[in-house]
């Protein structure tokens, strides 16, 4: 499965947090190339529910600079062409193309934006984390079925999926294979559930560092 960075170059690993064997990928200091994601606009996308204080999202939009949530009148109510409109303006807001970081049910709601978003509307990358599986009645509740089926077409720009392998919401398998549709690199960051707030992952500085190599001009993105 090929993945790409920020400018499409192309690498054939598939990651796994927390393991650099049989690799000869190098992460590039993340104090020397100056924290990319910072210099950055980030829309945060959250899932049904929004993000509450401490999920991960909420602690990057109050301490990573650049980072807003993209709002929506109400998260817990899915409407696709209302969510849609959301997201379209505030990429649009932006003053220059955005990095959208999307969990759960938000990953799906970027990957139906990308399937319709017209050339003027562009974002520089997508972290989607968790990908709530919206086509399987056994992992999502059903108000996110409107956003079934999830698009399976490769997004226009570069993406990273992260998944866990005890994740209620989406299998391992099924996770990998919406990275694989969407010509994006996978991670795998083991046991850790929804990687929600139940995850505790407080400020979640993994994650941070994984958005930083999707926007670093590199050949080859690092092992987590």
Known sequence: MMGRNFFGLKNLSIKIAGSNAGSN??????AERGNIASQTTTLL????????????????????????????????LPDYQAWLAGLDAAVRACPTPPVVVAHSLGCALVAHWAAHATTDALIQGALLVAPADVD????????????????????????????????SY?????????????GAEFVNIGACGHVNADSRLDN?????????????????????
Do not use: Y
């Open 25 to 30: 990928n190098v992460r590039p200091n993340h």
């Open 45 to 76: 996308v959250p899932g049904l529910g929004g993000s509450g204080p401490k999920h991960w999202q909420s602690r990057w939009q109050q301490s990573r600079p650049g980072c807003s949530f993209v709002k929506q009148n109400n998260w817990n």
């Open 136 to 167: 399987s009645d056994l992992h999502t509740p059903p108000e996110t079925k409107v956003f079934a089926p999830m698009p399976m077409t490769t997004l226009p720009f570069p993406a990273t999926v992260v998944a866990s392998t005890t994740d």
């Open 170 to 182: 989406v299998d391992i398998q099924r996770a990998q294979v919406f990275a694989t549709a969407w």
């Open 204 to 224: 979640w500085d993994e994650g941070w560092r994984l958005l930083d190599d999707l926007m670093a001009p590199t050949e080859s993105l690092s092992i987590a």
